[in-house]
């Protein structure tokens, strides 16, 4: 394989990694969120059952995972201006991963179809992916809120639309921090998964 294939098999790996993190971080978010709110009773705080908020999540993530969805309206849950720019831009997001999920998806099957193992990641880098969230783990792990705050920063640099008044978006009270925290671990652990099994490859 020369060095051109070499550069674009390291680069698919790591986007499918990213991806698929992403996208079962998305799925696994509706379970997390329905253990959340009966924990915490978040749903008490909205003055709703667990049905209405579940409701209002599947309403606000269909928004958000489906492109041909262009206005978000949750039936119980009022979203202001503000909230409603900041989820636009996280439909763009969710949209551009989930497609680059599918895309690498495909490109996996056509994989397993070519003699000669032409997708298969080279160890030193599936340990060098491995490893590089580790970096980031003990200020992720200590400090959730700061870390939450950073990633927003780098994400959604030059605006602030992603800080929201419960007063008018009663949605992040349902949005605790544990269930974000909770979505970020669980797409950690996808992607950890995801170059362990590269490593442990033959």
């Given at each position: ?34 253990v ?21 999540y ?44 599918l ?32 970096a ?47 979505c ?19």
């Amino acid at each position: 394989m020369n060095k051109q294939n070499s550069i674009l098999t390291i680069i698919y790996h790591f986007v499918f990694a990213i991806t698929s993190s992403v996208v079962g971080a998305i799925v696994a978010s509706w379970p997390l969120l329905l253990v959340f709110i009966v924990v915490q009773k978040t749903n008490k705080t909205v003055k709703l059952t667990i049905g209405q908020v579940m409701h209002n999540y599947n309403q606000l993530m269909w928004y958000l995972v489906w492109p041909f969805k262009h206005v978000l309206h949750m039936r119980d849950l009022p979203t202001s201006p503000m909230a409603a720019q900041h989820f636009a831009a996280v439909k763009k997001l969710f949209i551009l991963a989930i497609v680059a999920f599918l895309c690498c998806l495909a490109i996996y099957f056509w994989g397993r179809r070519q003699k000669g193992n032409v997708l298969k990641l080279n160890k030193v880098w599936a340990l060098l992916f491995l490893l590089l969230p580790i970096a980031i783990l003990p200020f992720a792990v200590t400090n959730f809120d700061s870390f939450f705050v950073l990633f927003h920063h780098v994400l959604f640099a030059g605006s602030n639309t992603w800080l929201f008044d419960p007063a008018t978006d009663p949605i992040i009270n349902v949005l605790t921090e544990g269930f974000f925290a909770s979505c970020f671990a669980v797409g950690g652990i996808i992607y950890e998964l995801y170059f362990a099994e590269k490593l442990l490859q033959r």
